[in-house]
């Protein structure tokens, strides 16, 4: 006889958040991870976690200067930048961990994807992963308005313009659902006071709810059903979780802070855009060049620049929702094959990242 | 109405001859960098309009300090002109009106010209080298990275070598730490097995 759905997802989660087996004794002294030539995997996730740890630590500090409105944003970054002592240091420790951050939240996903970790019975793992990934992109994007400067508001324009092209390849009874989700993210009809609050919000509140949450399930998962084997082969030893592994970690992590405090110290995350972006935004003035959005974003913005948008949207709905049924779309496929795949996925986004804009120009002169 | 009568006279003579963009042009096609007029100006959109460092702002005190500055025609001569910013200021105190202007024709020739001494946001490179580079002369988060990054290294080194020496202290404890643990777990289990 066949089961009602709900039964069905209730045995589903039950299967895969098996709380009767939390047992903090037995994951602190029996929990072991797997050593292969795929393990660096499982420490990327132990680096993302750290770089976010660091993002909220400089960003409570940043709160305590940085004013959230339109006659102030700018100023209090300023202020922060030149004139509170060690603030140029915070603010670089947050804008350069914010990059790491989502590089290593980026490399954890596509090594889990070689490593199939998505693999029965880790699929809230994945999708809480794939989570996380989104929402670290929202704090990349949300965050990239506040301070309020040319390159910042500019390139939330382009942003959220996009959302407005999506109602043109809506049915016509759901065109104005695209310009409401715009209206609605933008706080008013043009960027403004309405935005920043909205942003700001977003960015100190409610995506570190969001975020806090859903590490709290990823990690939940990840000790419940411990780590993914990684690959076919038996691995060449497991090592104990605690203390080897975390110790490992630990190590990790003093060469990530002794590079993200140098990085910090030396070289101004400011440096790399040309000053005019660095202005305060000028709601009268010309849009100046230079506008793009950050490098993480590179691997969509290059695209929908030379592409049609209908087919960035249709890739990237396809790729989105991909991406969460993962787990059933590559129940069957080999770990050769998820490694090419991962593989194929991560040399599109190095080169659309590293060489998107000569490709631009190379195509549109 | 002197100073009506002063302010008309300024927006007629700047229109025509107080803004030079041969030489922001030049900063834009050398360095590859958009550059705007706050490299040498107040404001960002230039000398002409009326808002903060801009003409049609100037109060009488600052109206008498730029025609002061435009009348700096010899090298040597401290100028404050209000459209100006410190850059702009130091370049016309350091080589004078008449040179600025012949400069014109040439603007790649400013920088041998003003010499690369001067150094305004102390950020270890020359005012001359950010004008070539179409970098920020006067904000010193502002350069070429690779210049910047080591210039901060040399301005920072103890820093550095502190935060080198607690990761290297760092990692003898976690070393050692690791070692032990898995020394013990592994007298643990043979204990567990052979007891």
Redesign the interface.
């Given at each position: 006889m066949k089961q009602p759905l709900v039964s069905t997802l209730f045995d589903f989660i039950a299967s895969r958040i098996p709380l009767h087996k939390l047992d903090v004794r037995h994951m602190i002294t029996e929990k072991e991870v797997p050593v292969h030539r795929m393990s660096w995997g499982y420490y990327v996730g132990g680096l993302a976690l750290f770089f976010f740890i660091i993002q909220v630590f400089t960003g409570m500090m940043l709160l305590f200067y940085y004013e959230p409105t339109v006659s102030e944003a700018h100023e209090s970054v300023e202020y922060i930048?030149h004139f509170v002592t060690m603030g140029?240091l915070i603010r670089n420790l947050h804008a350069w961990s914010a990059s790491f951050m989502i590089f290593c939240v980026i490399a954890h996903m596509l090594s889990a994807l070689a490593m199939k970790a998505f693999a029965k019975p880790r699929e809230i793992t994945w999708i809480a992963g794939v989570l996380l990934l989104l929402i670290t992109f929202g704090f990349g994007f949300t965050g990239y308005l506040l301070p309020w400067n040319q390159i910042a508001v500019n390139a939330t324009k382009v942003g959220l313009a996009s959302i407005d092209q999506m109602g043109q390849y809506l049915p016509a009874a759901l065109s104005h659902l695209a310009e409401d989700v715009r209206v609605t993210i933008q706080g008013a009809p043009a960027i403004g006071q309405a935005t920043l609050s909205r942003f700001f919000a977003l960015h100190v509140v409610i995506l570190p709810l969001m975020i806090f949450g859903v590490i709290g399930l990823h990690v939940l998962s990840v000790q419940l059903h411990g780590m993914s084997p990684g690959i076919e082969d038996k691995p060449r030893r497991k090592d104990?979780f605690f203390?080897?592994f975390i110790?490992?970690d630990?190590?990790e992590w003093?060469?990530a802070?002794?590079v993200l405090?140098?990085l910090s110290?030396?070289?101004?995350f400011?440096?790399?855009f040309?000053?005019?972006?660095?202005?305060p935004y000028?709601a009268l003035?010309s849009t100046?060049?230079?506008i793009k959005p950050e490098w993480y974003f590179y691997f969509v913005y290059y695209p929908m620049e030379l592409l049609p948008f209908w087919v960035i949207i249709v890739v990237m709905t396809f790729a989105t929702l991909g991406l969460f049924a993962a787990p059933w779309i590559f129940k069957g496929t080999s770990h050769k094959t998820m490694r090419w795949i991962a593989s194929a996925i991560a040399a599109y986004m190095i080169v659309m990242t590293l060489f998107g804009e000569n490709i631009y120009h190379a195509i549109k002169g | 109405m002197l100073n009506t009568f002063l302010l008309l006279l300024t927006f007629l003579i700047a229109g025509s001859s107080f803004a030079y963009p041969e030489f922001q042009r030049f900063s834009q096609n050398n360095s590859g960098?958009?550059?705007?007029c706050?490299m040498c100006h107040a404001n960002?959109?230039g000398p002409e309009g009326a808002s903060r460092g801009q003409i049609g702002s100037l109060t009488p005190d600052e109206l008498n300090k730029l025609n002061a500055a435009r009348s700096a025609f010899a090298p040597g001569v401290p100028i404050q002109s209000p459209i100006l910013n410190a850059f702009g200021n130091n370049i016309i105190t350091v080589i004078g009106k008449t040179k600025f202007l012949e400069l014109r024709a040439h603007p790649e020739q400013l920088a041998e010209v003003y010499g690369y001494q001067s150094d305004l946001d102390s950020d270890g490179i020359a005012d001359a080298q950010e004008y070539l580079e179409?970098?920020?002369t006067l904000?010193n988060?502002?350069?070429?990275?690779m210049k910047?990054?080591?210039h901060?290294?040399k301005t920072?080194r103890l820093?550095?070598i502190l935060?080198?020496l607690a990761?290297i202290a760092?990692?003898y404890g976690?070393?050692h730490?690791?070692n032990g643990?898995?020394a013990s777990?592994n007298t643990k289990s043979s204990v567990e097995r052979y007891p």
């Open positions: 930048t140029a104990k203390p080897i110790l490992k630990f190590k003093g060469i802070f002794l405090f140098i110290l030396c070289l101004p400011d440096s790399l040309p000053y005019p972006l660095l202005e000028n003035g100046p060049d230079g | 960098r958009p550059i705007n706050a960002g959109d179409g970098t920020h904000n988060v502002h350069g070429n990275p910047l990054f080591l901060n290294l920072f820093h550095v935060i080198v990761t760092g990692f976690f070393s730490l690791l643990f898995a777990s």
